[in-house]
């Protein structure tokens, strides 16, 4: 797939991108498996101060280099390997959303090392385990969690932006519900757009709790 230019992309939610961008605000922005993310990558040639950050699991090293080939023209763009969303990495990431940056991160798999960081959420009315580590990250950072889904449709690509969650102090007593709220939510609205594009979900596992 060739550069995508912004005047072949409908981007809904465009209000909400535009005021964190204006307002400075940085974000976690949890995107997925569903559609094709890499054309959001349009989005910075109407804003071309905005600065984005990908989180990519390095174990998935195949999957980061093709990304990093379609991106490398893009300054704006910046592709992270991690192991883990550990203290120091939190740390590092922090500075950027202070300087109003974005974060991207994956919220449809579930970490390779640490599977067990997950919360059960009601997907397609099955139990179905998603990562926490999105939801973490943005309590720590006490930043806005964004959705982002790009999908193609009738010829042309559809860019979806919606909010999950306000940017806030989260207490320790609330977390949990925070992380788990957020997460169904997102869940709901990925079983949304996936039930609208199915042949767009790129889903090759039992994604389901195999124990349902």
């Known amino acids: 797939m060739g550069e995508i230019k912004i005047d072949q992309v409908n981007v ?13 605000q940085g974000a976690v922005i949890v995107i997925s ?11 910075s040639q109407s804003n071309p101060q905005m600065n984005l ?7 998935h090293a195949q999957k980061f280099n093709l990304l990093l080939n379609k991106f490398k ?7 992270l390997q991690v192991t883990d969303l550990d203290i120091s990495m939190a740390m590092k990431l922090g500075e950027k959303v202070r300087r109003g940056e974005f974060i991207a991160i994956s919220a449809d798999r579930l970490s390779i090392n640490h599977p067990e960081a997950s919360v059960t959420c009601n997907f397609f ?3 179905a385990d998603f990562p926490n580590g999105p939801y973490v990250l943005a309590s ?8 982002l889904i790009c999908v193609k449709r009738k010829g042309k690509y559809n860019i979806y932006f919606e909010k999950i969650a306000e940017g806030r102090k989260i207490s320790k007593h609330e977390r949990q519900d925070f992380i788990k709220d ?15 594009n199915p042949l767009q979900w790129f889903n090759f596992f039992d994604f389901w709790k195999s124990n349902f």
């Open 53 to 59: 950050t990908i989180l990519q699991y390095t174990k």
């Open 140 to 147: 720590i950072l006490q930043v806005p969690i964004m959705l």
């Open 182 to 196: 957020s997460a169904q939510l997102y869940a709901e609205r990925l079983e949304y757009y996936a039930s609208q």
């Open 12 to 24: 809904h939610g465009s209000e909400l991108f535009d005021e964190l961008f204006s307002n400075k």
């Open 73 to 79: 023209t893009n300054s704006n763009i910046e592709m």
């Open 33 to 43: 498996h569903l559609g094709n993310f890499e054309v959001s990558s349009a989005l």
């Open 125 to 127: 009315n099955r139990p």
